[in-house]
């Protein structure tokens, strides 16, 4: 595990992990970043390089400009456990075609991040790009809830209630999280119909689910619930993980969340 930012003003947290897949061995980060806006400014020349710089511009609301420096910093921390001796000013995250996350990493070539941001938190997972993933992380809003609802299929919402000890909020909110967090390990993100994305199995884990696809059977997907937040992280199903904190368990994901629910 890294070492928490002490300086840092807000929420900072960061692992390492280890999929396993036959004879290979893959080796990702993850991490969390919840500050003000006002600490990320602060910090914002330490962390961007020129072309993200020039991203930032007055004209972006606030809570843009908010979640692109907690997205940014998240990314860069998860991307420099795997390049040691590489700054964050170092690494650049661009926006793709696609708007998908792009990751220049000096001296290594073949690695690449997927980050997601909630009110004022923002989490990445740092992984080669020979192991694509996606992650999502969602801050409950009610009003949302016949709009979730509405991009869940009767099987997906009968799953949801069999599997899940969380209110119906809730259970729609982690659906909606393992397919957007499918979108952007297919890189389509939400263009495409939902049901596309549809959820065919759950099976519970401590705090959460374990998911798979319809009609991506070559995915799974893992998912923790801490009101008001959801976290969802999408990788292939051929892996297995094994975190080198706890072994053989994403759960250091689900600590994070609740971290991140108590300043909420
Ligand atoms: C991907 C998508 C589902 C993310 O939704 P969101 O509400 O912004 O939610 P999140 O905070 O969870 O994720 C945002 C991050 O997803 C990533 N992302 C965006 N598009 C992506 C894609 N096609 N594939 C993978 N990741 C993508 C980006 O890193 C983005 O953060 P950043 O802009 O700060 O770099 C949504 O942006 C989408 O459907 N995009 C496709 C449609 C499109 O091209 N829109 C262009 C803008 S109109």
């Not at 020349?45 to 993200?52: F, I, K, N, Q, S």
């Not at 884990?205 to 976290?231: D, S």
Request: charged fraction near 20%.
């Amino acid at each position: 595990m890294m070492a928490s930012g002490a300086a840092f003003p807000g929420i900072e947290r960061g692992a390492t992990f280890v999929l396993h897949e036959g004879s290979r061995t893959l080796s990702c980060a993850a991490s969390l970043v919840a500050a003000p806006l006002a600490a990320l400014e602060a910090d914002a020349r330490d962390v961007l390089g020129p072309d993200e710089q020039a991203l930032l511009t007055d004209r972006l609301a606030p809570s843009r400009r908010q979640s692109f420096l907690a997205g940014r910093r998240a990314a860069k921390t998860a991307l420099s456990v795997l390049a040691p001796g590489v700054s964050l000013r170092e690494i650049s995250v661009l926006p793709g075609l696609l708007q998908q996350p792009v990751a220049v990493v000096p001296g290594r070539s073949n690695l690449q991040v997927t980050l997601s941001h909630a009110g004022t938190a923002a989490i990445a997972v740092a992984h080669p790009e020979a192991c694509p993933m996606g992650v999502d992380l969602e801050r409950a809003a009610p009003e949302a809830q016949s709009a979730l609802g509405e991009q869940t299929t009767p099987r997906e919402r009968a799953l949801a209630q069999a599997v899940l000890p969380y209110d119906e909020h809730q259970r729609l909110l982690l659906l909606w999280c393992l397919k957007e967090a499918l979108s952007k390990a297919l890189r389509c993100g939400l263009t495409v119909p939902f049901r596309l994305l549809e959820v065919a199995s759950l099976v519970p884990l401590p705090g959460g689910v374990r998911a798979r696809f319809e009609n991506f059977t070559q995915y799974e997907g893992i998912a923790f619930c801490e009101a008001p937040f959801t976290l969802a992280l999408v990788l292939p199903h051929s892996v297995r993980w094994q975190s080198t904190d706890a072994a053989d368990s994403p759960q250091i994901l689900r600590e994070w969340l609740s971290d991140v629910a108590a300043v909420g």
